[in-house]
Nanobody, 119 residues
Framework: HVQLVDSGGGLVRPGGSLTLSCVVS????????MGWYRQAPGSQREFVAA???????QYSNSVKGRFTITRDSTKNVIALQMNNLKPEDTAVYFC?????????????WGQGSQVTVSS
């Protein structure tokens, strides 16, 4: 079994930065793609970013150029550096993982971290 624990959310002003982290435990060798989805109030959960074990990355158009996903496979940790945050980035961010190169649909989910962008 695989467990994901994400952390790092908070309140930030527009234009600010936050870093989310996700620690993977359990049968980590079965995991390839990892990343984040987010869900704003009243909206469906949407893809944000993903990274494979080999380091290939993918971003949604709404965060490309502002967010950077990284992975430390030796520590089973991924991070999402979020810069130039906008109010529309406000959401609960969920770490996700899957055995394949493609993250969608995820097999495993973290508990979620609230990110609020507001002045």
């Amino acid at each position: 079994h695989v467990q994901l624990v994400d952390s790092g959310g908070g309140l930030v002003r527009p234009g600010g930065s936050l870093t989310l982290s996700c620690v993977v435990s359990g049968e980590t060798t079965t995991i390839n793609a990892m990343g984040w989805y987010r869900q704003a109030p009243g909206s469906q959960r949407e893809f944000v970013a993903a990274i494979t074990r080999g380091g290939n990355t993918q971003y949604s158009n709404s965060v490309k150029g502002r967010f950077t996903i990284t992975r430390d496979s030796t520590k089973n940790v991924i991070a999402l550096q979020m810069n130039n945050l906008k109010p529309e980035d406000t959401a609960v961010y969920f770490c996700a993982a899957r055995w394949s190169l493609e993250l969608d649909p995820p097999e495993y989910w973290g508990q979620g971290s609230q990110v609020t962008v507001s002045s």
